[in-house]
């Protein structure tokens, strides 16, 4: 069964970086596109940062040019590198496939923007 395991979140000032991970059993990350979603307190769900099976990626006018997705295949990982935070970015960050059923959502990590 898929498991999606999500690291990497803490505690950063505005204008600071993270990387999250989100390593994957069950399912093999470079076959089926992947999102990353995040949940700030009182909102829905949000896409963050897609990429599909040919490695093309796709981000929101919210983060464009902050944040980027990558993977590992070798490792069936994937990242997702934020720079230049802000505290708006405050959520917990989530990872899961994209465009097709999701599988079970991972606990998150969480990644608060702070001063």
């Known amino acids: 069964q898929v498991q999606l395991v999500e690291s990497g979140g803490g505690l950063v000032q505005p204008g600071g970086s993270l990387r999250l991970s989100c390593a994957a059993s069950?399912?093999?990350?470079?076959?089926?596109?992947m999102g990353w979603y995040r949940q700030a307190p009182g909102k829905q769900r949000e896409l963050v940062a897609v990429?599909?099976?040919?490695?093309?990626?796709m981000y929101p006018t919210s983060v464009k040019g902050r944040f980027t997705i990558s993977r590992d295949n070798a490792k069936n990982t994937v990242y997702l590198q934020m720079s230049s935070l802000k505290p708006e970015d405050t959520a917990v960050y989530y990872c899961?496939?994209?465009?097709?059923?999701?599988?079970?959502w991972g606990q998150g990590t969480q990644v608060t923007v702070s001063s």
């Open positions: 899961n496939l994209y465009g097709q059923r999701p599988g079970p």
């Open positions: 069950g399912m093999i990350v470079s076959i089926t596109a």
């Open positions: 990429i599909t099976s040919g490695g093309t990626t």
